[in-house]
Protein backbone atom coordinates (compact mmCIF):
# COMPACT_ATOMS: atom_id res chain seq x y z
CA UNK A 1 0.00 0.00 0.00
CA UNK A 2 0.71 3.79 -1.11
CA UNK A 3 2.30 5.81 2.03
CA UNK A 4 -0.20 8.22 2.72
CA UNK A 5 0.59 11.40 4.23
CA UNK A 6 -1.72 14.60 5.29
CA UNK A 7 -1.82 17.07 2.98
CA UNK A 8 -0.30 19.92 5.91
CA UNK A 9 0.30 19.59 9.38
CA UNK A 10 -2.24 19.95 11.89
CA UNK A 11 -2.31 20.65 15.60
CA UNK A 12 -4.16 20.40 18.91
CA UNK A 13 -4.04 23.98 20.62
CA UNK A 14 -6.93 23.25 23.29
CA UNK A 15 -8.81 19.78 24.75
CA UNK A 16 -11.41 20.00 27.79
CA UNK A 17 -13.90 17.95 28.88
CA UNK A 18 -17.09 17.43 31.38
CA UNK A 19 -16.96 16.01 34.47
CA UNK A 20 -17.95 12.80 33.98
CA UNK A 21 -20.73 10.40 36.04
CA UNK A 22 -24.44 10.29 36.30
CA UNK A 23 -25.96 13.54 35.75
CA UNK A 24 -29.78 12.94 35.95
CA UNK A 25 -30.49 17.24 35.83
CA UNK A 26 -27.94 17.52 32.32
CA UNK A 27 -28.48 16.86 28.80
CA UNK A 28 -25.71 16.36 25.92
CA UNK A 29 -26.68 19.98 25.35
CA UNK A 30 -25.42 21.03 29.07
CA UNK A 31 -22.43 18.67 29.01
CA UNK A 32 -20.93 19.85 25.63
CA UNK A 33 -21.07 23.55 26.67
CA UNK A 34 -19.18 22.37 29.72
CA UNK A 35 -16.67 20.52 27.80
CA UNK A 36 -16.40 23.47 25.48
CA UNK A 37 -15.66 26.17 28.03
CA UNK A 38 -13.28 23.46 29.63
CA UNK A 39 -11.46 23.34 26.43
CA UNK A 40 -11.78 27.40 25.57
CA UNK A 41 -9.96 27.67 29.03
CA UNK A 42 -7.24 25.23 28.01
CA UNK A 43 -6.48 27.47 24.97
CA UNK A 44 -2.98 29.39 25.99
CA UNK A 45 -3.40 32.70 24.22
CA UNK A 46 -7.51 32.63 24.30
CA UNK A 47 -9.99 31.21 21.47
CA UNK A 48 -12.37 33.81 20.02
CA UNK A 49 -14.69 31.03 19.52
CA UNK A 50 -15.89 32.81 15.92
CA UNK A 51 -12.67 31.44 14.62
CA UNK A 52 -13.80 28.32 14.72
CA UNK A 53 -15.02 27.35 11.23
CA UNK A 54 -16.53 23.72 11.51
CA UNK A 55 -17.71 20.88 14.26
CA UNK A 56 -17.58 16.85 14.31
CA UNK A 57 -19.18 15.72 16.83
CA UNK A 58 -19.28 11.66 17.69
CA UNK A 59 -22.43 10.54 19.30
CA UNK A 60 -23.45 6.85 19.07
CA UNK A 61 -27.35 6.96 19.69
CA UNK A 62 -28.47 10.06 21.20
CA UNK A 63 -31.60 8.33 19.38
CA UNK A 64 -31.65 5.85 21.72
CA UNK A 65 -30.67 7.03 24.85
CA UNK A 66 -31.97 10.52 24.95
CA UNK A 67 -35.50 10.62 22.08
CA UNK A 68 -32.72 12.97 20.10
CA UNK A 69 -31.46 12.59 17.09
CA UNK A 70 -29.81 15.38 14.82
CA UNK A 71 -27.68 16.70 17.31
CA UNK A 72 -24.81 17.72 15.81
CA UNK A 73 -26.57 21.51 14.26
CA UNK A 74 -27.92 21.57 18.32
CA UNK A 75 -24.06 21.51 19.81
CA UNK A 76 -23.42 24.14 17.14
CA UNK A 77 -26.07 26.49 18.22
CA UNK A 78 -25.53 25.82 21.97
CA UNK A 79 -22.22 27.25 22.01
CA UNK A 80 -23.48 29.92 19.30
CA UNK A 81 -21.63 28.49 16.17
CA UNK A 82 -24.50 28.11 13.79
CA UNK A 83 -24.36 28.83 10.84
CA UNK A 84 -21.00 26.67 10.51
CA UNK A 85 -21.21 23.29 9.27
CA UNK A 86 -21.84 20.90 12.14
CA UNK A 87 -21.80 17.31 11.16
CA UNK A 88 -22.27 14.13 13.59
CA UNK A 89 -20.04 10.94 13.86
CA UNK A 90 -21.38 7.69 14.30
CA UNK A 91 -18.93 5.16 14.54
CA UNK A 92 -20.21 3.03 18.08
CA UNK A 93 -17.74 3.63 20.89
CA UNK A 94 -15.18 5.04 18.69
CA UNK A 95 -17.87 7.85 17.39
CA UNK A 96 -15.46 10.84 18.76
CA UNK A 97 -12.02 9.20 17.73
CA UNK A 98 -13.60 8.91 14.33
CA UNK A 99 -14.56 12.36 14.78
CA UNK A 100 -10.98 13.87 15.75
CA UNK A 101 -9.70 11.91 12.02
CA UNK A 102 -12.76 14.08 10.19
CA UNK A 103 -11.51 17.08 12.06
CA UNK A 104 -7.70 15.84 11.26
CA UNK A 105 -8.25 15.33 7.53
CA UNK A 106 -10.69 18.31 6.80
CA UNK A 107 -8.06 20.69 8.18
CA UNK A 108 -5.05 18.46 6.56
CA UNK A 109 -7.20 18.88 3.15
CA UNK A 110 -7.24 22.97 2.92
CA UNK A 111 -10.99 23.09 3.61
CA UNK A 112 -10.52 24.71 6.82
CA UNK A 113 -8.00 26.27 9.30
CA UNK A 114 -9.91 25.73 12.99
CA UNK A 115 -12.10 22.62 13.47
CA UNK A 116 -14.00 21.93 16.45
CA UNK A 117 -14.13 18.03 17.31
CA UNK A 118 -15.77 16.75 19.85
CA UNK A 119 -18.19 13.91 21.44
CA UNK A 120 -21.16 13.49 23.56
CA UNK A 121 -23.25 10.92 25.46
CA UNK A 122 -25.82 11.21 27.78
CA UNK A 123 -26.59 7.26 29.04
CA UNK A 124 -28.18 7.42 32.39
CA UNK A 125 -31.49 8.75 31.16
CA UNK A 126 -32.67 4.95 30.87
CA UNK A 127 -33.05 1.96 32.74
CA UNK A 128 -30.47 -0.25 32.94
CA UNK A 129 -31.95 -2.85 30.75
CA UNK A 130 -32.56 -0.57 28.39
CA UNK A 131 -28.98 0.77 28.00
CA UNK A 132 -27.53 -2.83 27.96
CA UNK A 133 -30.23 -3.08 24.92
CA UNK A 134 -28.77 0.22 23.14
CA UNK A 135 -25.61 -0.64 23.36
CA UNK A 136 -26.32 -4.38 21.91
CA UNK A 137 -27.28 -2.13 18.78
CA UNK A 138 -23.16 -1.71 18.19
CA UNK A 139 -23.56 -5.28 17.52
CA UNK A 140 -25.16 -7.55 14.56
CA UNK A 141 -28.83 -7.38 15.88
CA UNK A 142 -29.67 -10.00 12.93
CA UNK A 143 -27.23 -13.29 14.14
CA UNK A 144 -25.05 -12.08 17.01
CA UNK A 145 -27.16 -10.78 19.63
CA UNK A 146 -29.82 -13.12 19.18
CA UNK A 147 -27.61 -15.88 20.22
CA UNK A 148 -27.47 -13.87 24.11
CA UNK A 149 -24.46 -11.82 23.42
CA UNK A 150 -24.22 -8.50 25.70
CA UNK A 151 -21.15 -5.85 24.88
CA UNK A 152 -19.97 -7.69 28.62
CA UNK A 153 -20.49 -10.84 26.67
CA UNK A 154 -18.50 -10.22 23.49
CA UNK A 155 -15.50 -9.14 25.63
CA UNK A 156 -15.90 -11.86 27.97
CA UNK A 157 -15.88 -14.35 24.83
CA UNK A 158 -12.22 -12.74 23.66
CA UNK A 159 -11.14 -12.90 27.17
CA UNK A 160 -12.18 -16.94 26.81
CA UNK A 161 -10.01 -17.12 23.73
CA UNK A 162 -7.47 -15.31 25.30
CA UNK A 163 -7.14 -17.11 28.38
CA UNK A 164 -6.98 -20.60 26.63
CA UNK A 165 -4.31 -19.22 24.02
CA UNK A 166 -2.26 -17.77 26.12
CA UNK A 167 -2.75 -18.86 29.83
CA UNK A 168 -3.95 -15.91 31.14
CA UNK A 169 -5.65 -15.19 34.90
CA UNK A 170 -8.17 -13.17 35.98
CA UNK A 171 -6.37 -11.68 38.71
CA UNK A 172 -4.37 -10.37 35.43
CA UNK A 173 -7.57 -8.39 34.27
CA UNK A 174 -8.00 -7.42 38.14
CA UNK A 175 -4.58 -5.96 38.25
CA UNK A 176 -6.02 -3.62 34.98
CA UNK A 177 -8.73 -2.12 36.94
CA UNK A 178 -6.77 -1.35 39.86
CA UNK A 179 -4.32 0.13 38.08
CA UNK A 180 -7.12 2.59 35.84
CA UNK A 181 -8.68 2.90 39.62
CA UNK A 182 -5.51 4.33 40.89
CA UNK A 183 -5.13 7.00 38.21
CA UNK A 184 -8.53 7.93 37.88
CA UNK A 185 -8.26 8.55 41.86
CA UNK A 186 -5.96 10.96 40.87
CA UNK A 187 -8.27 12.74 37.86
CA UNK A 188 -10.86 15.19 39.67
CA UNK A 189 -12.98 14.47 36.32
CA UNK A 190 -13.54 11.08 36.40
CA UNK A 191 -16.80 8.51 37.00
CA UNK A 192 -14.90 6.92 40.03
CA UNK A 193 -12.38 9.39 41.14
CA UNK A 194 -11.14 6.82 43.84
CA UNK A 195 -9.14 3.66 44.12
CA UNK A 196 -10.28 0.38 44.82
CA UNK A 197 -8.98 0.42 48.37
CA UNK A 198 -10.75 3.42 48.42
CA UNK A 199 -13.91 1.87 47.37
CA UNK A 200 -13.80 -1.21 49.61
CA UNK A 201 -13.13 1.40 53.38
CA UNK A 202 -16.47 3.38 51.73
CA UNK A 203 -18.43 -0.55 51.49
CA UNK A 204 -16.96 -1.21 55.01
CA UNK A 205 -18.18 2.07 56.82
CA UNK A 206 -21.34 1.64 55.08
CA UNK A 207 -22.45 -1.95 56.48
CA UNK A 208 -20.66 -0.61 59.91
CA UNK A 209 -23.42 2.84 59.59
CA UNK A 210 -26.44 0.49 58.93
CA UNK A 211 -25.22 -2.06 61.82
CA UNK A 212 -24.43 -5.14 58.86
CA UNK A 213 -21.73 -7.50 59.66
CA UNK A 214 -18.29 -5.47 58.52
CA UNK A 215 -17.07 -7.66 55.73
CA UNK A 216 -13.74 -9.07 56.07
CA UNK A 217 -11.53 -8.19 52.83
CA UNK A 218 -7.39 -8.66 53.39
CA UNK A 219 -6.80 -6.78 50.27
CA UNK A 220 -8.04 -5.41 47.45
CA UNK A 221 -7.79 -9.18 45.48
CA UNK A 222 -10.37 -10.42 48.14
CA UNK A 223 -12.70 -7.71 47.34
CA UNK A 224 -12.62 -8.49 43.94
CA UNK A 225 -12.59 -12.22 44.27
CA UNK A 226 -15.94 -11.37 46.32
CA UNK A 227 -19.30 -12.81 44.30
CA UNK A 228 -21.49 -9.87 46.64
CA UNK A 229 -18.73 -7.13 46.29
CA UNK A 230 -17.76 -7.73 42.68
CA UNK A 231 -20.47 -9.67 40.65
CA UNK A 232 -20.33 -11.90 37.86
CA UNK A 233 -21.83 -10.27 34.50
CA UNK A 234 -20.82 -12.25 31.60
CA UNK A 235 -17.96 -14.90 32.84
CA UNK A 236 -15.19 -13.93 33.40
CA UNK A 237 -15.65 -10.96 33.67
CA UNK A 238 -16.97 -8.93 36.81
CA UNK A 239 -18.75 -5.83 37.89
CA UNK A 240 -15.31 -4.42 38.05
CA UNK A 241 -14.03 -5.07 35.08
CA UNK A 242 -16.55 -3.28 32.78
CA UNK A 243 -16.40 0.08 32.43
CA UNK A 244 -19.56 1.87 34.04
CA UNK A 245 -22.49 4.22 32.39
CA UNK A 246 -21.31 7.58 31.96
CA UNK A 247 -22.86 10.89 30.57
CA UNK A 248 -20.28 13.03 29.16
CA UNK A 249 -18.82 15.10 26.69
CA UNK A 250 -15.11 16.25 25.14
CA UNK A 251 -14.00 18.91 23.48
CA UNK A 252 -10.90 19.04 21.03
CA UNK A 253 -9.83 22.53 19.09
CA UNK A 254 -7.57 21.18 15.43
CA UNK A 255 -5.78 24.20 13.76
CA UNK A 256 -3.46 24.02 10.78
CA UNK A 257 0.17 24.31 12.14
CA UNK A 258 0.91 27.45 10.60
CA UNK A 259 -1.48 29.24 12.73
CA UNK A 260 -0.75 27.13 15.51
CA UNK A 261 1.57 29.70 17.50
CA UNK A 262 -1.61 32.48 17.19
CA UNK A 263 -3.01 30.05 20.07
CA UNK A 264 -0.15 28.69 21.86
CA UNK A 265 3.52 28.44 21.89
CA UNK A 266 2.89 24.70 22.92
CA UNK A 267 0.85 22.79 20.17
CA UNK A 268 0.79 19.36 19.97
CA UNK A 269 0.57 17.97 16.23
CA UNK A 270 -0.88 14.75 14.57
CA UNK A 271 1.73 13.04 13.35
CA UNK A 272 -0.56 9.78 12.41
CA UNK A 273 -3.60 8.72 12.40
CA UNK A 274 -5.25 5.68 11.00
CA UNK A 275 -8.73 3.85 10.68
CA UNK A 276 -10.34 0.44 9.57
CA UNK A 277 -13.03 -1.47 9.89
CA UNK A 278 -13.85 -5.35 10.10
CA UNK A 279 -17.02 -7.52 10.19
CA UNK A 280 -18.42 -9.15 13.49
CA UNK A 281 -16.79 -11.11 16.09
CA UNK A 282 -17.63 -14.28 14.27
CA UNK A 283 -16.63 -13.37 11.14
CA UNK A 284 -13.22 -12.92 12.34
CA UNK A 285 -10.19 -15.63 12.14
CA UNK A 286 -8.65 -14.71 15.64
CA UNK A 287 -10.56 -13.69 18.44
CA UNK A 288 -8.00 -12.95 20.86
CA UNK A 289 -6.92 -9.87 18.91
CA UNK A 290 -8.43 -6.49 17.29
CA UNK A 291 -7.62 -6.66 13.59
CA UNK A 292 -9.10 -3.26 12.84
CA UNK A 293 -7.10 -1.79 15.65
CA UNK A 294 -3.82 -3.81 14.47
CA UNK A 295 -4.63 -2.41 10.48
CA UNK A 296 -5.36 1.16 12.18
CA UNK A 297 -2.12 1.25 14.76
CA UNK A 298 0.11 0.10 11.57
CA UNK A 299 -1.32 2.75 9.76
CA UNK A 300 -0.59 5.12 11.87
CA UNK A 301 2.86 4.58 12.56
CA UNK A 302 3.99 3.77 9.17
CA UNK A 303 2.30 7.55 8.68
CA UNK A 304 3.79 8.70 11.72
CA UNK A 305 7.24 7.49 10.67
CA UNK A 306 7.55 5.93 14.62
CA UNK A 307 7.40 2.39 16.52
CA UNK A 308 5.38 1.60 19.32
CA UNK A 309 8.86 1.63 21.20
CA UNK A 310 9.11 5.60 20.49
CA UNK A 311 5.66 6.09 22.17
CA UNK A 312 6.11 7.20 25.75
CA UNK A 313 1.86 7.15 27.04
CA UNK A 314 -0.80 6.24 25.52
CA UNK A 315 -4.49 5.92 26.17
CA UNK A 316 -6.33 2.65 24.64
CA UNK A 317 -9.88 1.59 24.65
CA UNK A 318 -10.62 -0.97 28.00
CA UNK A 319 -14.35 -0.66 28.08
CA UNK A 320 -13.27 -4.20 29.60
CA UNK A 321 -10.22 -5.25 31.38
CA UNK A 322 -9.56 -7.89 28.66
CA UNK A 323 -9.64 -4.64 25.98
CA UNK A 324 -6.97 -2.91 27.61
CA UNK A 325 -4.44 -5.83 27.26
CA UNK A 326 -5.77 -7.03 23.85
CA UNK A 327 -5.01 -3.47 23.13
CA UNK A 328 -1.60 -2.84 24.69
CA UNK A 329 -0.64 -6.02 22.03
CA UNK A 330 -2.60 -4.43 18.76
CA UNK A 331 -1.16 -1.44 19.28
CA UNK A 332 2.17 -3.30 19.34
CA UNK A 333 3.96 -2.52 23.25
CA UNK A 334 3.87 -6.10 23.89
CA UNK A 335 4.09 -9.23 21.58
CA UNK A 336 0.61 -10.89 21.19
CA UNK A 337 -0.02 -13.11 23.79
CA UNK A 338 2.33 -11.03 26.72
CA UNK A 339 -0.34 -8.06 27.40
CA UNK A 340 -1.66 -10.18 30.05
CA UNK A 341 2.07 -10.21 32.35
CA UNK A 342 2.92 -7.08 31.45
CA UNK A 343 -0.12 -6.18 33.82
CA UNK A 344 0.79 -7.97 35.98
CA UNK A 345 4.47 -6.82 36.12
CA UNK A 346 3.38 -3.23 36.48
CA UNK A 347 4.92 -2.51 33.23
CA UNK A 348 1.44 -0.06 32.25
CA UNK A 349 1.41 2.02 35.44
CA UNK A 350 2.33 5.36 35.76
CA UNK A 351 5.94 4.91 37.06
CA UNK A 352 5.96 1.46 34.43
CA UNK A 353 7.84 1.78 31.04
CA UNK A 354 4.80 1.74 29.32
CA UNK A 355 2.20 3.97 31.03
CA UNK A 356 -1.25 3.09 30.04
CA UNK A 357 -4.27 4.93 30.48
CA UNK A 358 -3.36 7.54 32.92
CA UNK A 359 -6.40 9.57 33.06
CA UNK A 360 -7.82 6.77 34.65
CA UNK A 361 -9.22 5.22 31.09
CA UNK A 362 -12.63 4.37 29.89
CA UNK A 363 -13.06 1.83 33.07
CA UNK A 364 -12.26 4.49 36.01
CA UNK A 365 -12.91 7.93 34.05
CA UNK A 366 -16.10 6.72 32.76
CA UNK A 367 -17.17 6.11 29.22
CA UNK A 368 -19.83 7.82 27.56
CA UNK A 369 -19.69 6.11 24.78
CA UNK A 370 -19.62 8.55 22.05
CA UNK A 371 -17.16 10.98 23.91
CA UNK A 372 -14.56 9.12 24.89
CA UNK A 373 -12.33 9.09 22.09
CA UNK A 374 -12.05 12.58 21.96
CA UNK A 375 -11.68 12.22 25.74
CA UNK A 376 -8.46 10.13 24.91
CA UNK A 377 -6.88 13.40 23.35
CA UNK A 378 -7.70 15.34 25.83
CA UNK A 379 -5.59 13.61 28.46
CA UNK A 380 -2.97 13.24 25.75
CA UNK A 381 -2.99 16.98 25.40
CA UNK A 382 -2.14 17.24 29.17
CA UNK A 383 0.27 14.34 29.64
CA UNK A 384 2.53 16.15 26.78
CA UNK A 385 2.13 19.14 27.79
CA UNK A 386 3.35 18.57 31.51
CA UNK A 387 -0.10 19.83 33.11
CA UNK A 388 -1.45 16.65 33.88
CA UNK A 389 -0.81 17.24 37.88
CA UNK A 390 -0.82 14.59 40.08
CA UNK A 391 -0.98 12.10 37.38
CA UNK A 392 1.76 13.49 35.74
CA UNK A 393 4.29 10.42 34.01
CA UNK A 394 7.92 11.16 34.98
CA UNK A 395 9.56 11.82 32.10
CA UNK A 396 9.32 13.97 28.88
CA UNK A 397 6.06 12.79 26.74
CA UNK A 398 7.54 13.75 23.31
CA UNK A 399 5.20 11.13 21.29
CA UNK A 400 1.90 9.59 22.52
CA UNK A 401 -1.14 7.31 21.07
CA UNK A 402 -4.60 6.72 21.52
CA UNK A 403 -6.63 3.66 20.69
CA UNK A 404 -10.39 3.85 20.23
CA UNK A 405 -12.49 0.93 19.52
CA UNK A 406 -16.26 0.77 17.95
CA UNK A 407 -18.26 -2.06 19.05
CA UNK A 408 -15.95 -5.40 19.46
CA UNK A 409 -13.53 -4.15 16.55
CA UNK A 410 -15.88 -3.08 13.96
CA UNK A 411 -14.02 -0.04 14.02
CA UNK A 412 -11.01 1.31 15.15
CA UNK A 413 -9.35 4.37 15.13
CA UNK A 414 -5.34 5.47 16.34
CA UNK A 415 -3.81 8.86 16.35
CA UNK A 416 -0.17 9.66 17.30
CA UNK A 417 0.89 13.07 18.94
CA UNK A 418 4.10 14.91 18.72
CA UNK A 419 5.21 17.78 20.81
CA UNK A 420 7.77 19.57 18.97
CA UNK B 1 -35.62 -24.13 -2.16
CA UNK B 2 -33.03 -23.03 -4.18
CA UNK B 3 -34.70 -20.04 -5.02
CA UNK B 4 -34.52 -18.30 -2.02
CA UNK B 5 -32.97 -15.03 -1.39
CA UNK B 6 -29.36 -15.27 0.27
CA UNK B 7 -30.77 -13.00 3.79
CA UNK B 8 -31.59 -13.45 6.76
CA UNK B 9 -35.10 -13.74 6.08
CA UNK B 10 -34.18 -17.01 3.90
CA UNK B 11 -31.42 -17.92 6.72
CA UNK B 12 -34.63 -17.94 9.71
CA UNK B 13 -36.70 -19.90 7.21
CA UNK B 14 -34.09 -22.48 6.93
CA UNK B 15 -33.62 -22.73 10.73
CA UNK B 16 -37.65 -22.73 11.91
CA UNK B 17 -37.33 -25.97 8.81
CA UNK B 18 -34.16 -27.32 11.63
CA UNK B 19 -31.66 -26.88 8.56
CA UNK B 20 -28.23 -24.88 8.84
CA UNK B 21 -28.03 -23.76 5.35
CA UNK B 22 -24.77 -21.86 4.31
CA UNK B 23 -24.39 -19.69 1.57
CA UNK B 24 -21.46 -20.84 -1.23
CA UNK B 25 -19.68 -18.13 -3.45
CA UNK B 26 -19.41 -20.34 -7.19
CA UNK B 27 -16.87 -18.35 -8.03
CA UNK B 28 -14.06 -19.07 -5.79
CA UNK B 29 -15.90 -21.37 -3.27
CA UNK B 30 -16.14 -19.55 0.13
CA UNK B 31 -18.40 -20.69 2.33
CA UNK B 32 -20.76 -18.06 4.38
CA UNK B 33 -22.77 -18.94 7.86
CA UNK B 34 -24.89 -16.30 7.92
CA UNK B 35 -25.43 -15.91 4.31
CA UNK B 36 -23.90 -13.54 2.22
CA UNK B 37 -25.79 -12.13 -0.94
CA UNK B 38 -22.29 -11.65 -2.63
CA UNK B 39 -18.75 -12.65 -2.05
CA UNK B 40 -16.85 -10.65 0.67
CA UNK B 41 -13.81 -12.52 -0.56
CA UNK B 42 -14.11 -12.60 -4.38
CA UNK B 43 -16.76 -10.00 -4.81
CA UNK B 44 -18.53 -13.01 -6.73
CA UNK B 45 -22.24 -12.22 -7.53
CA UNK B 46 -23.47 -15.96 -7.45
CA UNK B 47 -24.11 -17.58 -4.95
CA UNK B 48 -25.61 -21.11 -3.82
CA UNK B 49 -27.35 -23.08 -0.91
CA UNK B 50 -25.81 -26.01 0.72
CA UNK B 51 -26.56 -27.43 3.93
CA UNK B 52 -23.55 -28.17 6.45
CA UNK B 53 -22.72 -30.59 8.73
CA UNK B 54 -23.70 -28.97 12.02
CA UNK B 55 -20.60 -30.43 13.91
CA UNK B 56 -18.11 -27.93 14.90
CA UNK B 57 -16.52 -26.89 17.79
CA UNK B 58 -16.03 -24.37 20.65
CA UNK B 59 -13.87 -21.09 20.06
CA UNK B 60 -14.63 -18.72 22.51
CA UNK B 61 -17.76 -18.59 24.66
CA UNK B 62 -19.04 -17.04 27.92
CA UNK B 63 -21.61 -17.90 30.59
CA UNK B 64 -24.33 -14.62 30.60
CA UNK B 65 -25.52 -13.34 34.19
CA UNK B 66 -27.19 -10.31 33.20
CA UNK B 67 -29.19 -11.24 29.52
CA UNK B 68 -30.66 -9.06 27.07
CA UNK B 69 -34.57 -8.30 27.82
CA UNK B 70 -35.05 -11.74 25.25
CA UNK B 71 -33.24 -13.83 27.15
CA UNK B 72 -34.58 -12.80 30.42
CA UNK B 73 -38.27 -13.37 29.16
CA UNK B 74 -36.76 -17.10 28.18
CA UNK B 75 -36.47 -17.63 31.75
CA UNK B 76 -32.57 -16.69 32.38
CA UNK B 77 -31.07 -14.31 35.66
CA UNK B 78 -28.31 -14.07 37.55
CA UNK B 79 -29.28 -17.16 38.86
CA UNK B 80 -29.85 -19.25 36.17
CA UNK B 81 -27.10 -18.04 33.71
CA UNK B 82 -26.72 -19.01 30.14
CA UNK B 83 -23.70 -20.16 27.98
CA UNK B 84 -23.42 -17.93 24.55
CA UNK B 85 -20.25 -18.24 22.20
CA UNK B 86 -19.03 -18.76 18.83
CA UNK B 87 -18.90 -22.04 16.85
CA UNK B 88 -16.32 -22.83 14.37
CA UNK B 89 -18.28 -25.37 11.90
CA UNK B 90 -16.10 -28.25 10.57
CA UNK B 91 -16.20 -26.36 7.37
CA UNK B 92 -14.65 -23.23 8.73
CA UNK B 93 -16.53 -20.81 9.21
CA UNK B 94 -17.70 -19.37 12.74
CA UNK B 95 -20.84 -18.04 13.87
CA UNK B 96 -22.69 -16.81 17.07
CA UNK B 97 -24.79 -19.18 19.30
CA UNK B 98 -25.98 -20.31 22.44
CA UNK B 99 -24.67 -22.99 23.86
CA UNK B 100 -26.05 -26.25 25.60
CA UNK B 101 -24.75 -29.18 27.32
CA UNK B 102 -22.42 -27.29 29.63
CA UNK B 103 -22.60 -25.99 32.96
CA UNK B 104 -22.91 -22.36 32.69
CA UNK B 105 -22.86 -22.37 36.62
CA UNK B 106 -19.30 -23.58 36.39
CA UNK B 107 -17.73 -22.12 33.50
CA UNK B 108 -14.14 -23.32 32.40
CA UNK B 109 -11.84 -21.90 30.39
CA UNK B 110 -11.19 -25.34 28.89
CA UNK B 111 -14.00 -25.76 27.50
CA UNK B 112 -12.84 -24.56 24.10
CA UNK B 113 -12.31 -27.02 21.52
CA UNK B 114 -15.54 -29.02 22.87
CA UNK B 115 -16.97 -31.16 19.70
CA UNK B 116 -20.63 -29.48 19.39
CA UNK B 117 -23.79 -30.70 17.38
CA UNK B 118 -26.54 -27.74 15.76
CA UNK B 119 -29.47 -27.26 17.84
CA UNK B 120 -32.66 -25.33 17.47
CA UNK B 121 -34.57 -23.87 20.10
CA UNK B 122 -37.93 -22.70 19.78
CA UNK B 123 -39.28 -20.01 21.56
CA UNK B 124 -42.32 -17.83 21.59
CA UNK B 125 -45.69 -18.64 20.83
CA UNK B 126 -47.86 -18.64 17.66
CA UNK B 127 -46.91 -15.56 15.57
CA UNK B 128 -44.19 -14.62 17.86
CA UNK B 129 -42.56 -18.23 17.50
CA UNK B 130 -38.85 -18.14 16.49
CA UNK B 131 -36.17 -20.93 15.87
CA UNK B 132 -32.90 -19.85 17.97
CA UNK B 133 -29.80 -21.29 16.76
CA UNK B 134 -27.88 -22.91 19.50
CA UNK B 135 -24.87 -25.87 19.49
CA UNK B 136 -24.75 -28.20 21.94
CA UNK B 137 -21.94 -30.57 23.67
Not at chain 1, 193 to 209: D, L, P, W, Y
Amino acid sequence: MTKRKLGRGVAVVGAGMSKFGAFPEKTTRDLFVEAFKDMRASVDKGLDANDIEALYIGNYSSDLFERQGHTAPIMADWIGLTPRPATRVEDACASSGVALRQGLLAVASGAYDVVLVGGIEVMNKLPIAEVTEALATAGDMLYEIPAGFTFPGFYAAMATAYMHRYGATPEALMQVALKNHDNGALNEKAQFNSTIAAVMEGKRRSAEKKGRPIPTWANEMEFLHDDRANPMIAWPLRLFDCSPVTDGATAVLLVSEEIARQYTDDPITIIGSGQASDGALHDRPDLTSIGAAKKASQMAYEMAGVTANDIKVAEVHDCFTIAEIIATEDIGFFEPGKGHEAAEEGLTTRHGPKPINTSGGLKSKGHPVGASGAGQAVEIFKQMRGKAGERQVDRDVDLALTHNVGGTGQTAVVHIYERK
Amino acid sequence: MTERAFSEHSFQTFLSEHKLMAAKCEGCGALFVPPRPMCPDCHGEEMAWVEVSGKGKLAAFTAVYIGPNAMIAAGYDRKNPYMTGVVQLDEGPLISAQILGLDAAQPEVGSIGTPLKVAFIERGEEEAQRTFLAFEA
